[in-house]
C-alpha cells in the first residue's frame, strides 16, 4: 500500500473515532429517547453517506497523492533528462574542445614541419651553394694547374731548345777543336814516330797479376786483391775488384790518404 493512501485511511479512522467519542459524550450528558424504525433508517443512510464521503475524500487524496507522486517522479525525470542534457552538453563541450586542441596541436605540428622543411631546404641551398663554390675552386685549381703545366712545358721547351742550340753549340766548337788537335798532330806526327818508336823499345812486361780470381790472387805473395766498397766511383764509373801488384798497395793507401785529407 502506497504511503499516501495509508495517511488518508488514518486520517478517516481518527475521523471517525472523533465523532464516535462526540456522541458519547452527549449520549452521557443527556439520553435520547428512543428512536423510530424511520430515524434509525434515516441514521443508517446518513452514516453510510457519511462513510461513501470519507471514501469519497480518501480516494481524492489517493489520487492527489498519486498525482503528486507522479508529478514528483515526472519533475524527477525531467531533472534526470536535463542532469542527461547537461552531462552530454558538457561531454560535447569537452569533445568539441578536445578536437580543437587536437586541431592546433596537428596545425603547431605542421607548422613545426613547415619550418623544418623550410631550414632542411635552406641547408640543402647552402650545401649546393657550397659544392657549386667548391667545384668552381676546383674548376680554377685545374685551370691553374694546367696554364702551370702548359707554361712549364713551354718553358721546357724552350730550355730544351735552348740547350739542343748549346750543344749544337757545344758540339761545333768540339769539332773545330778535334780539327786544330788533328792539324797539330798531323803537324807533330814525324816527331811523335820516332818518340813512340823509343818507348815501344822500352814497354814493360806484362803483370804477373793481370787476370788471377781471388784464391790465387791470395795465394801469390807478389800480388794483392784489390776490393772496392762501392760499385762505382763519384763519377759514375763502375768499379770492378780486380788482382794487383802487391807493391801498389802502400801507393794506393797514400793516394787515399791524401785524397780524404
Known amino acids: ?29 443527556a439520553p435520547e429517547p428512543a428512536k423510530t ?19 469519497k475524500k480518501a480516494a481524492a487524496a ?7 507522486k507522479k508529478a514528483a517522479a515526472k519533475k524527477k525525470a525531467a531533472a534526470k533528462k536535463k542532469a542527461a542534457a547537461k552531462k ?3 561531454a560535447k563541450k569537452k569533445a568539441a574542445a578536445k578536437k580543437k586542441a587536437e586541431a592546433k596541436e596537428k596545425a603547431e605540428a605542421k607548422e613545426k614541419d613547415k619550418d623544418k622543411d623550410k631550414k632542411k631546404s635552406e641547408a640543402d641551398d647552402k650545401d649546393k651553394a657550397k659544392d657549386k663554390k667548391k667545384s668552381a675552386k676546383k674548376s680554377r685549381a685545374k685551370k691553374t694547374r694546367a696554364k702551370k703545366a702548359t707554361t712549364k712545358k713551354t718553358t721546357t721547351q724552350k730550355s730544351t731548345a735552348k740547350k739542343s742550340t748549346a750543344k749544337k753549340s757545344t758540339a761545333k766548337k768540339t769539332t773545330a777543336k778535334k780539327a786544330t ?12 814516330a820516332g818518340n813512340t818508336a823509343k818507348k815501344k823499345s822500352k814497354k814493360k812486361a806484362p803483370s804477373v797479376c793481370v ?8 795465394r801469390s805473395k807478389a800480388c794483392i786483391w784489390r776490393k772496392y766498397k762501392k760499385a762505382t766511383d763519384k763519377n759514375g764509373r763502375k768499379l770492378t775488384n780486380h788482382c794487383r801488384l802487391a807493391g801498389n798497395k802502400n801507393a794506393f793507401k797514400k793516394k787515399k790518404k791524401a785524397t780524404t785529407n
Not at 4 to 27: C, D, E, H, T, Y
Not at 37 to 48: I, L
Not at 62 to 68: D, F, Q, S, T, V
Not at 181 to 192: D, H, N, T, V
Request: with cysteine; glycine share 6%.
Open 181 to 192: 788537335r788533328a792539324k797539330k798532330k798531323a803537324a807533330a806526327a814525324p816527331a811523335a
Open 62 to 68: 489517493k489520487k492527489k497523492a498519486a498525482a503528486k
Open 1 to 29: 500500500m502506497n504511503k499516501p493512501v495509508r495517511w488518508g485511511m488514518k486520517l478517516l479512522a481518527a475521523f471517525l473515532a472523533l465523532g464516535i467519542m462526540s456522541m458519547g459524550v452527549q449520549a452521557q450528558k
Open 211 to 218: 787476370g788471377l780470381s781471388q784464391s790465387k790472387c791470395g
Open 88 to 90: 552530454k552538453a558538457a
Open 37 to 55: 424504525a424511520a430515524e434509525k433508517t434515516a441514521d443508517k443512510k446518513a452514516a453510510a453517506a457519511k462513510k461513501a464521503a470519507a471514501k
